[in-house]
């Protein structure tokens, strides 16, 4: 599919993600990672740098990247290196961290995700080129010190795993879909809490321009995204002002930028470094970390079912298109409030409908979880049940639906369906006679209607469908009135 284009210039962005892992204590220390802490409280002598101290691995940080590598369908190397990143900022007291270069824990692998372009529905991947341990480091502190700074080492030491795309993305729609994607599936498998308030969830987007079919253009690393909104208005931002830049007839200069939320701009922060400015080089004090094929079996049949994994069985086993399986598989919540719903009423697709429309229509206006969801799956699955068996319409279910959602009327069990739709005088009309009588005499009332249909005017069938479910108030099948009606229209 052809790349969209902005002033006629080709969008390339690719990602770099610092993912927070979700152990309890650092990478390479006993020391806790709880968010939140006094400044100080939880950075210990390794995480100081103190003459004398040694990193020592921490074994969960290490099978949270196995269950990431698995997750995204990426090579775990059998033997990785850590070296040291040497820059010189005032909360790194070593004057370096620990990373991957050479050779990282996790390499290739991609991520899938669905977009509306146009009409259509469209399959997006990304390519992932590695993802990598490493530790963060601390944070220097401007707001409460006039003309000064201090300096929390808390957050020095936490495990990271860094992951890094291709620059396979063409707009800021297809970022932030990427974005919401891999934030999806770190908190599916429960290797990242998400949370990107906190800065559990950090993303660097690298955009440059180009004419389409030229060389990549030099790239500007945008610092920092902690939220998806922020994430598309900087990336756009970004793109607008490389774009000006090159008409006016400047070059774009590598650099890494902080985007301002309240002026909606980006502005250089520094020149960007490359790998030749950190001077890699393996750390003495980490031997290589070496990952046998029996541990990357053993965790991958620990995991939970993956969301891809689950998505291809719902289209297996439910007979869902690809689409539907995709976005019920958004969260695990939703997941299995989809399986308990089609499993109850044996209807999935009507479920996927219902929860994929008007559920999440609700709980996007509300702001709250499916888990909190007013209306229970077992209440949902038998309103499904009065559909199917033709006891109420949609429009009447959609009554039924909001009385519940609101908590009017009985409630609290999916036996209340029943007394709600009794109590609404919701029920469908089953009696063929009392229906045919009233047909008769909506055919009586409308004889131009009757005419202009046997004459070959399909749409006078509406003047009198429209009558006849008004005379039923509403409670007429309207499969059951167009069938008798053309009976009785031969």
Known sequence: MTAKLVQGYE???????????????????????????????????????LPGTLPVMNIGAVERAIEFGLAVNAHIAERSIFARKNYFYPDLPKGYQISQFEIPVVQGGEV?????????????????????????????????????SGIDLNRAGTPLLEIVTQPDMRSSDEAVAYAKELHKIVTWVGICDGNMQEGSFRCDANVSVRKPGGELG????????????????????????????????????????????????TRAMRTKEDAADYRYFPDPDLPPLVIGRDWVERVRGEMAELPRVMAERFVREYALPEYDATQLTQSKAVASYFEAVAKACGQAKLASNWIMGEVSRRLNASEMGIEYAPVSAAQLAALIGRISDNTISNNAARQVFESLW??????????????????????????TGELEKIIDDVLAANPQNVEE??????????????????????????????????KKLG
């Open 453 to 486: 249909f046997k004459a070959g005017n399909t749409k006078a069938l509406n003047g009198l469908v429209g009558p006849i479910m008004k005379a039923s108030k509403g409670k007429a099948n309207p499969a059951q009135v167009n069938a008798l009606l053309m």
């Open 218 to 265: 030099t790239r500007r690393e945008i610092k920092n995204l902690n939220s998806f909104k922020f994430m598309q208005q900087a990336i756009d931002y970004e793109v607008r002002w490389q774009i000006d830049q090159i008409e006016d007839g400047y070059t774009i200069q590598q650099a890494t930028v902080l985007f301002d939320p309240d002026t909606g701009e």
């Open 406 to 431: 609101n908590k009017e009327g009985p409630f609290g069990s999916e036996g209340d369906i029943d007394v709600l739709i009794e109590t609404k005088g919701l029920k469908q009309m089953n009696d």
């Open 11 to 49: 969008v390339v962005i690719g990602f770099e993600t610092h993912t927070q892992l979700s152990t309890q204590s650092k990478i390479f220390s006993r020391a806790s990672v709880a968010f939140g802490a006094e400044p100080n409280t939880q950075a210990c002598a390794v995480d100081m740098a």
């Open 112 to 148: 899938s995700f669905f977009m509306e372009e146009g009409n259509e529905t469209v399959r997006k991947t990304v390519r992932l080129e590695r993802a990598h341990l490493e530790e963060d480091a601390g944070k220097s502190l401007h707001e409460d010190f006039i003309g000064q």
